[in-house]
């Protein structure tokens, strides 16, 4: 055991309390519950790392931000993480209540450990490590900490944009989310943007006796069907057009790092969708899903000719794809094919990607298998989406997602918890990669 190591082994009961508290703080940021008191208590944690802190205004949550000086000339790292939670759903469903930390096997539950409280106090408590251990920091670290993750960060690209001379940095880093179920350990490159919306179909102004008025009331529901069956084709490409306008195609060195990731060993599919490549080339190219079909006056059987249809759908951008240029491709898409159509758009972040041969990726990748005891292997593009593009594209950082939660952390659902020996590893790789940035230069 090294130093780290034996630190965080002696401060295991101290950690594991302090997670617990910071669990035990509800601080959902949809509906605001505990958001001031949660924003103070971030504060201090990052006051209890050695960090200089700062509550920067977004014009809706706060960022909580900290900053340590490390030796002069050496890289200055940006940590991001967000104190905010989701909603803590049907109670009923949970084993124990939701705002209170419990330890069951290993494992502490409660919302947030996962996402994202347990994952960045990792990292606040590898930077305390490393003072207490080394006299002081590797580098020079800035610690974002979002308000507002969970609500899509609305103002985290503008903010950040207007602090660019305070995150004049050399990288960037975050954890969140789980590890790759397929392998172990990776680091993240990139995530895919998202586009969520629905269209949503009127018919006659009520809903008809489909005997007294079919073939004479307008089904809305066919015509969304219809309209539906316009934006993507039975073989998986999508048909609207202009809506990948931009997409960047994956480089050799891309497309070797997807294959040398395995498939995910448990995917839990009975079958596959039509689109074609590879499982891990198909989960980094755009995607259209319908995620769900109502007519929402019709939850039973009745022969009707329903008033109203609704299709919830969401589209998963690929590098090089801009959100703008989706929703209006979108737009005039619904507007050519079925001009009475309405379309809402929801949430929205842009895609982000860095390259493996970017600078600190190689350092970066060697930390992470170095704490693991084996190779760490590159995630061009996680599937899902993080609003990274704010410091990747918006302060032109290189940004790494080094995961630390267990497969089943339940995320955003009942029993959300982190095995605690993740915890405690994560704050040892949280630290090695601190150290490895600080020596590369
Ligand atoms: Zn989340």
Not at 25 to 33: D, I, L
Not at 392 to 409: K, M, R
Request: aromatic content about 6%; glycine content about 12%.
């Amino acid at each position: 055991m090294d130093a780290i190591e034996e630190y965080v082994a002696r401060h295991g009961d101290q950690h594991e309390r302090e997670l617990a508290a910071w669990v035990a703080a509800p601080s959902v940021s949809a509906t605001g519950e505990g958001m001031a008191e949660a924003a103070d208590h971030a504060r201090d944690l990052l006051v209890r790392s050695g960090l200089a802190p700062r509550v920067v205004e977004t014009g809706g949550w706060p960022l909580v931000v900290g900053h340590g000086t490390g030796p002069a000339g050496s890289p200055h790292v940006v940590i991001y993480g967000h104190y905010d939670v989701q909603p803590a759903g049907p109670l009923a469903e949970w084993d124990s209540p939701p705002f209170e930390a419990v330890i069951r096997d290993g494992r502490m539950y409660g919302r947030g450990t996962g996402d994202n409280k347990g994952q960045h106090l990792a990292q606040l408590l590898a930077i305390r490590a490393l003072r207490d251990c080394e006299g002081g920091l590797p580098c020079s670290v800035t610690v974002i900490l979002d308000g507002e993750e969970e609500i899509g960060s609305p103002h985290l690209a503008s903010t950040l944009a207007g602090m660019r001379k305070e995150l004049n940095a050399d990288v960037a880093l975050y954890s969140d989310g789980p590890v790759n179920d397929g392998y172990e350990p990776t680091v993240s490159l990139g995530v895919r943007g998202v586009v969520s919306f629905e269209i949503v179909v009127r018919g006659a102004g009520a809903v008809f006796h489909s005997g007294n008025w079919g073939n004479v009331a307008p089904n809305p529901a066919w015509e969304l069907v219809w309209l539906l069956g316009t934006m993507r084709a039975p073989d998986g490409r999508v048909l609207v057009e202009g809506y990948d306008d931009g997409v960047v195609p994956l480089t050799e060195a891309e497309l070797a790092c997807l294959e040398a990731l395995p498939v995910s060993a448990d995917v839990g599919l009975d079958r596959f969708d039509l689109a074609t490549g590879g499982v891990n080339e198909r989960l980094a190219m755009p995607t259209f899903s319908i995620n769900s079909l109502t007519c929402l006056d019709n939850d039973e059987h009745r022969t009707v000719i329903p008033a109203v249809a609704v299709a919830r759908c969401d589209m998963r951008l690929a590098c090089g794809q801009r959100t703008s240029t989706v929703v209006d491709a979108v737009q005039k898409h619904v507007a050519r094919h079925l001009p009475h159509a309405e379309v809402r758009f929801k949430a929205m972040m842009e895609p982000s990607r860095t390259l493996p041969d970017a600078p600190f990726a190689k350092v970066v990748l060697d930390a992470v298998g170095a704490a693991a005891g084996r190779p760490a292997l590159f995630e061009p593009a996680m599937g899902g989406s993080l609003p990274i593009a704010g410091i990747t594209d918006g302060l032109g950082l290189p940004c790494y997602g080094i995961q630390l939660a267990n497969v089943d952390e339940r995320n955003h659902a009942p029993n959300e918890n982190f095995e605690l020996r993740r915890f405690h590893a994560g704050i040892v790789t949280a630290a090695r990669v601190l150290q490895g940035i600080g020596r590369s230069e």
